[in-house]
């Protein structure tokens, strides 16, 4: 769905969603945010993300996470440019640091198995062979976009590939066309899968449900300042991205059973020429 056409929309969504966006835009916030309420109710499923659009406009709650559906045509729409945008305009590196980070707490020569959740078009397994000594294990890449499973196929770099939703497969992994679930694993990524989570209390404990016993859980954050954060640690931010408070993510962690193995500041990209702070993370399910 687009917001911008060169004639006006005749489908009802398609322009209710434009006279949204075109209010939001105009800095119009109490306008905006009535007829994001219209978009929804049109598209109960809310595939072009209004519930997050209210929330970073302040004037609604924030949902729990990101609609699913949203995410999906968000990345749909951009699978084949989207490391051109991520990496060279926006300056994205987070796979990279994380995947040194993860390489310097494994045992020499091990051939960790691995699960990426929101693995787009394979980011974060590359980085990890880049940084890694050995091969890794078995690999499998979950993501919401087929469009970017599309991509990750063509680059070869997982063993399997699943479209859904990472909290719902952390807590019911599928099984392949044999049968089989390669879980638990050693590793498990989710890099740029946080800004689409509010509460992180499901996707925490399923990760550490699905590690082996010393298995390492790596993902990136972005974040505000401590005092601008809700009681909860979590807010939407005015991109539309969620944002975690380090006091939450500790938290949240300890409560899952994990032990923090490492937590780094770090600029995740940069949004219209602004850096993004954030943190990198490493937490280990205890042997």
């Known amino acids: 769905m687009t917001a911008e056409t060169e004639d006006a929309p005749t489908d009802?969504?398609?322009a209710a969603y434009a006279r949204a966006l075109a209010l939001e835009k105009a800095g119009e916030a109490d306008a905006a945010a009535e007829a994001w309420r219209e978009v929804l109710a049109l598209d109960p499923e809310d595939h072009g993300g209004a519930a997050v659009r209210i929330a970073s406009l302040q004037r609604g709650e924030a949902p729990d996470r990101a609609p699913p559906a949203y995410v999906a045509t968000l990345f749909d729409q951009h699978a084949a440019s989207f490391e051109e945008i991520l990496v060279g305009q926006l300056g994205y590196r987070a796979p990279t640091r994380l995947a040194e980070m993860l390489a310097e707490r494994l045992p020499a020569g091990a051939e960790p198995s691995f699960l990426d959740l929101g693995?787009?078009?394979?980011?974060?397994?590359?980085?990890?062979?880049?940084?890694?000594?050995?091969?890794r294990g078995h690999s499998t890449g979950l993501d919401l976009s087929?469009?970017?499973?599309?991509?990750?196929?063509?680059?070869?770099l997982y063993d399997a590939l699943y479209v859904g939703d990472a909290v719902a497969f952390l807590h019911a992994p599928q099984e392949d066309e044999d049968g089989d679930v390669s879980g638990p694993w050693d590793l498990i990524a989710a890099a740029d899968v946080l800004p689409y989570l509010g509460a992180l209390e499901e996707l925490f404990a399923g990760a550490f449900a699905q590690l082996v016993p010393g298995g390492?859980?790596?993902?990136?954050t972005?974040?505000?300042?401590?005092?601008?954060?809700?009681?909860?640690?979590?807010?939407?931010?005015?991109?539309?991205?969620?944002?975690?408070?380090?006091?939450?993510?500790?938290?949240?962690?300890?409560e899952a059973g994990f032990e923090i193995a490492a937590?780094?500041?770090?600029?995740?990209?940069?949004?219209?020429g602004n850096p993004e702070p954030g943190h990198l993370v490493i937490a280990r399910r205890p042997a």
């Open 263 to 272: 937590l780094e500041p770090w600029t995740i990209r940069t949004n219209l």
């Open 222 to 254: 972005e974040t505000l300042p401590e005092d601008a954060f809700p009681p909860s640690g979590w807010t939407v931010g005015p991109h539309q991205r969620f944002h975690h408070s380090e006091r939450y993510i500790r938290s949240a962690l300890a």
């Open 216 to 220: 390492l859980f790596a993902f990136s």
């Open 12 to 14: 009802p969504l398609e």
């Open 119 to 135: 693995c787009g078009t394979g980011l974060m397994a590359a980085a990890l062979d880049a940084a890694l000594p050995a091969e």
């Open 146 to 156: 087929e469009e970017m499973l599309g991509e990750a196929d063509e680059r070869g």
